[in-house]
């Protein structure tokens, strides 16, 4: 199971919206409008409210992937940026 410092380094870094897209499994135009279509109406707090969601989405992955088989897989997510 990857240790939450492990964890927040991956998150750390991830130095774009993009990547943080990527790493919490984001990577369609469609999907990419799906998940931020829902903080159009926090308007100047929309990007803000969106980095703070995907971290959380992230988190899960990782803690899902720490309880599977597949987790040794996914934990070397510091080479998908």
Not at 12 to 21: D, S, W
Not at 61 to 78: E, M, N, Q, V
């Amino acid at each position: 199971m990857p240790s939450a410092r492990y964890v927040e380094e991956i998150i750390g870094a991830a130095k774009t919206l993009g990547q943080l897209e990527r790493l919490a499994g984001i990577e369609t135009n469609e999907d990419r409008a799906a998940f931020w279509i829902q903080f159009s109406h926090l308007r100047n707090q929309a990007r803000k409210a969106g980095e703070i969601e995907l971290k959380l989405i992230i988190r899960a992955k990782l803690d899902s992937a720490a309880h599977s088989d597949r987790a040794r897989s996914i934990w070397p997510l510091k080479q998908a940026l």
